[in-house]
């Protein structure tokens, strides 16, 4: 009962302290992603979105304007404790916590503490981004294809796509069937300084996709 006590008292303060819940925000995103995300849809309600490596629901988070016009999805991270904050102020999305991959497989991940936007599965980003000891342990993955299916979106096409897993964005798009869910707008980290040198740029724009906005890391890309 304590442990249920001090998890809750945590939630709360994670929430309305330390991000000031009720002090209203233009944004909620680190860059400004969501409201360039809400130009592209204008007025459009009841959406469905997927977030995968979706940290938190209000602090740097792409979707939470989309949640208050009544848009609803699935968040997908790897830290309980996040899924935690999601289930609590959130809970008409689905949450979910697991890695994604191009497959289902256990993977190891990679991370410093217990609510990090730089938690990853790709080991040599982790090497290259933290800075002091390294955490690792094994977690199941599995692919956005499966992950879908399971839910009430199995037969749903994706509205907004936004991936933030840091360097394992390329496995998350490989597992995702793009005939099938047809994102029409995908928010994704690019770190490759020559984007269209990218691994991921290459992909999306193979698959029909063109580059409408960048910041220094995030990327929307639109189906044409």
């Not at 007025?43 to 997927?50: A, H, L, Q, S």
Request: hydrophobic fraction near 40%; charge should be positive; proline fraction near 1%.
């Amino acid at each position: 009962m304590l442990s249920l006590i001090k998890k809750k008292l945590h939630i709360l303060h994670n929430i309305y302290l330390k991000n000031k819940f009720f002090i209203k925000k233009k944004t909620y995103s680190m860059d400004r992603e969501d409201l360039n995300i809400l130009n592209y849809f204008g007025n459009k309600k009841n959406g469905f979105y997927v977030d995968v490596g979706c940290f938190h629901p209000i602090d740097r988070n792409n979707t939470y304007l989309l949640y208050l016009k009544n848009w609803r999805g699935i968040n997908i991270d790897i830290s309980q404790f996040s899924i935690d904050l999601f289930n609590f102020l959130r809970p008409d999305d689905h949450n979910l916590k697991c890695a994604v991959s191009e497959k289902e497989q256990i993977v190891k991940i990679f991370f410093q503490k217990e609510l990090s936007q730089l938690s990853t599965i790709d080991e040599e980003q982790a090497k290259k981004v933290f800075q002091g000891e390294i955490k690792s342990k094994e977690i199941k993955a599995y692919t956005l294809n499966q992950i879908i299916e399971k839910s009430i979106y199995f037969d749903r096409e994706i509205d907004l796509l936004d991936i933030d897993v840091e360097g394992a964005d390329h496995r998350v798009l490989l597992g995702l069937n793009f005939e099938k869910y047809k994102p029409k707008l995908i928010c994704i980290e690019i770190h490759n300084k020559n984007i269209k040198d990218d691994m991921i740029y290459k992909f999306l724009t193979n698959k029909g996709y063109i580059l409408i906005w960048s910041n220094i890391f995030s990327h929307l890309f639109k189906i044409a």
